[in-house]
């Protein structure tokens, strides 16, 4: 059955959609990045060994060989503001030229990053964002608000009757699981059947999702749907729904198409997929930067699509396309 019929979510798979590009950046003249050996470029992933950022760091780095330049990657083992911070401080201490990153909280890199941009580094952000965003040259991410409420409505669809509903996150201060967050809320709001139990957050910690997610079902034995907002979140989830005896009865919704996650899937423990586009975010960072050393306009933000992705539908060929990777060969 068609995915888009199955589950009655509008959503439009859209490669790149800009969001402003009546707000289009300058770049001004051409930097010092942008010619001979310097065409240097660095990208500081949100966390390494995450299929989400393995498959963005295979975007920038493709993005960048077509165009002439290099990339150094980094990132934290973790998505930690408090492991990220000494990767920025050392990769800053060189003075880049370009720099792309995923920052891993609103407010502890804004002061960072800010310097770097007064400094002459020209700042990209992909996926997630700071406080004062503006100072980036350019801004791309997913459509976070709408795969939150996609999420919700994938779950309607799932459990029509409706019931308490619970969001598992990594933890607050990171704009894009508060943007699902809050347009799941929304969602919920607009069905009187359906009743949030709100936010529990598991630190970006598989284990202790599992473990919230199991205490949850304890206490609210009437839970018919979870959403997760990230690969972490997800597969712990489907553990805990699975440890509780539950797996089919709570409609388990997540973000991020991870090998993890597409194996809860076949098992029947996660019901559906909300995948991003982490390859498409990295190569328009690429562009992005490129842009800004090279005095080239560029769109000041860009929204990237989103696909459901459900176990009918997996092996179509427009999932295996929207499934994450471990490598970039």
Partial sequence: MNLRNRLGVGVVIAAVTTLSIAGCSSGGTVASGGTGSNKKLVFIQGEAPNNFYISMKCGVESAAKRAGYTVTTQGGQKFDPTLQLPIVQSVLANKPTALIIAPTDTSALQQPLQQAV???????LVDTTLDTPSIAFSSIASDNKGGGAAAFQAIKKLAPNGGKVLVIDNQPGISTSQERTQGFADGVKTDPKFKNLGVQYAQDDSTKAAQVVSAALQRNRDIVGIF???VHSA??????????GKT????????DAGPDQVSALKDGTIQALIAQQPEKIGE????AAIAALEGKPFAKNIATGFSIITKADLNSPTSQAALYKSSCS
């Fill in 235 to 244: 597969v712990g989830a489907a553990t805990g729904v699975q440890q509780a």
């Fill in 228 to 230: 997760a907002t990230n």
């Fill in 284 to 287: 328009e960072g690429a562009k």
């Fill in 118 to 124: 007064t400094n002459g580094t020209k700042l990209v």
């Fill in 248 to 255: 089919g009865k709570v409609q388990v919704v997540t973000f």
